[in-house]
């Protein structure tokens, strides 16, 4: 793998502001290049993913609604108690917040479950695709009645979140192991962003994919009809039409890989042969060898025992978890720890 640094073809331009373009030129920098996974997430991102989520090899969706299906009330429930016992058994009314709302297909289950138990609820969804979040509130629109939504369009890793402030209980969902997309530390460092604008009473829906034998993560990430290849190639278009990049997209190819060490799937963008790739409006040029890659994103797995470490380090403390029947995901219901 080459080691070159991209080599600046004009004078370099003024800081960029724009995120898109503060992580590319970041990225593509490195002497390992990487790109942030949240660049995947444009409207065609978005639009892959959500078939990625319908896959056959791709069982984290249906595993985790699965879950949701068979104990959304337990859910509510717990997250209920929970308030209630943090304000002397006063109880208001429950509401969720989400970060990562995506098209929210599996949060209805328990926004459901919620207007069963006290007859309206309020969500607050937050993703950084306009188009997924407009689906999402078409979708609950049209199938729930009762719930409040109140949508936001922020980006929850760079951009500071406004929660309003609620009388009742909030449940702040995070699930589909989105965390796994981080490494340790900046896992910690989203949950402790939260933790800070939670209160006494207010709970975390942690979703973690779970370590398991090799096959079926290969196969999740790699799929056969190729719709995750082109989900990950996507990232490189989004380069070509938001910042004038010259992306060849058959120069590269959608590598996935088990790193047992770090205890993740890895997904690459390998470039074919060697060449270098122009990006005008960060005035750069990058080199690739043939064989090099962009490393595009990471899916940590965990155990029990990591899940916990994450939540204690974070400010919080497990309550409840729900597992599958092959324990291969977990859902864990976390406690504001007021140590």
């Known amino acids: ?27 593509l920098s490195a002497q390992r290049k990487w790109l942030p996974a949240w660049l995947f997430y444009d409207a065609e991102g978005s639009r892959l993913f959500e078939r990625i989520t319908h896959l056959q090899e791709y069982y984290p969706t249906r595993t985790e609604r699965a879950i949701f299906t068979g104990y959304a009330d337990g859910i509510i429930d717990a997250a209920v108690r929970i308030g209630a016992e943090a304000h002397n058994g006063q109880q208001g009314s429950l ?16 926004l459901d479950a ?38 936001q369009v922020a980006n929850y890793v760079t951009d500071t979140l406004s929660i309003p402030p609620h009388a009742g209980p909030t449940l702040a969902l995070y699930i589909g192991s989105s965390i796994g997309n981080f490494g340790p530390e900046e896992a910690v460092a989203i949950l402790r962003n939260l933790r800070a604008q939670l209160r006494a009473g207010d709970s975390l ?32 278009r989004r380069m070509n039409r938001e910042l004038r990049a010259s992306f060849d997209l058959a120069s590269f190819r959608h590598r996935a890989v088990w790193n047992a060490v770090e205890s993740r799937m890895e997904m690459h963008l390998e470039s074919t042969r060697a060449q270098v790739v122009r990006i005008p409006s960060l005035g750069l ?41 092959r324990s291969w995901f977990a859902v864990t219901l976390a406690a504001i720890d007021s140590r």
């Not at 509401?95 to 328990?110: D, F, P, Q, Y």
């Not at 919620?114 to 979708?139: F, H, K, N, W």
């Open 205 to 236: 829906l942690l979703g973690t994919d779970l370590v398991k034998e090799t096959a079926p993560l290969l196969a999740a990430y790699n799929d056969a009809d190729g719709v995750t290849e082109a989900f990950n190639l996507n990232m490189l």
């Open 95 to 110: 509401r969720m917040l989400e970060l990562g709302a995506g098209s929210a297909s599996k949060t209805g289950i328990l």
């Open 1 to 27: 793998m080459s080691t070159q640094t991209p080599l600046l073809t004009t004078p370099p331009m003024p800081l960029q502001t724009d995120p898109v373009a503060s992580a590319v030129r970041e990225g």
């Open 114 to 151: 919620a207007v069963r138990r006290q007859g309206t609820t309020e969500y607050l969804p937050i993703d950084v695709s306009a188009t997924a979040m407009d689906e999402a509130c078409r979708g609950i629109a049209v199938a729930l009645h009762g719930v409040q939504v109140r949508p």
């Open 285 to 325: 040029s990058v080199s690739f060898a043939a064989g090099e890659t962009i490393h595009t994103e990471n899916s940590y797995k965990f155990t029990p025992r990591s899940i916990a470490a994450l939540l204690d380090a974070a400010g919080f403390r497990t309550a409840e978890t729900w597992n599958d029947e």
